[in-house]
């Protein structure tokens, strides 16, 4: 069995860290993500056209202003292939499963850094939807029940996870709203 070596809790400490100072600093962030099953999901709601959100979710270029410090897959195509990588935490490989232009956005990603993906990977998919003046942005979480390590294993994967989105996705709707860190 892969060894995991504390990655995951510190991961689950970044993101916690990251939250509070954004809560600090007066930036208002949605509710929390939430555990059903195997599975973490929310919905935030962002002041952003729908076309700007498809495009913070799918082009690199914006993906590392709100998600890992590196992105890079080879195209924007079910099958493709690449990696989101953060600086203190390593590279976690992706393949692309699900591109519906202006609609959803699936990818698997390893759990903990890798270099390919392995039984450790998850499914995460981002739906987006117009929502008065705004978009609504989902993210759905699942394969946790798959996974190698245990019960004890998969319900600490599954909070790490959890408090990850609450972090990740209010980065997202800060950058396209505009609000300055």
Not at 21 to 49: C, F, P, W, Y
Not at 61 to 68: D, P
Not at 87 to 95: L, R, T, V
Not at 134 to 163: A, H, K, M, W
Request: hydrophobic fraction near 35%; charged fraction near 30%; glycine fraction near 10%.
């Amino acid at each position: 069995m892969r060894r995991v070596c504390g990655t995951s809790s510190r991961a689950a400490r970044r993101a916690m860290s990251r939250r509070a100072r954004l809560e600090r600093e007066g930036n208002t962030v949605s509710d929390h993500a939430r555990i059903k099953g195997h599975t973490v999901t929310r919905t935030v709601h962002i002041e952003a056209s729908r076309t700007r959100v498809w495009k913070a979710l799918t082009d690199p270029e914006v993906m590392v202003q709100w998600f890992g410090d590196g992105v890079v897959f080879a195209a924007l195509e079910p099958g493709a292939t690449g990696s989101i990588d953060w600086d203190d935490y390593g590279s976690f490989p992706i393949e692309i499963t699900e591109v519906v232009p202006d609609g959803s956005f699936g990818f698997r990603w390893s759990g903990i850094p890798a270099e390919e993906l392995d039984e450790y990977s998850t499914h995460v998919r981002f739906t987006i939807a117009d929502a008065g003046t705004g978009t609504d942005v989902t993210v759905i979480e699942s394969g946790f029940d798959t996974l190698p390590g245990g019960t004890r294993y998969r319900r600490e994967r599954l909070e790490q996870n959890r408090e990850g989105w609450d972090v990740e996705l209010d980065e997202l709707a800060l950058l396209l709203e505009g609000v300055t860190q």
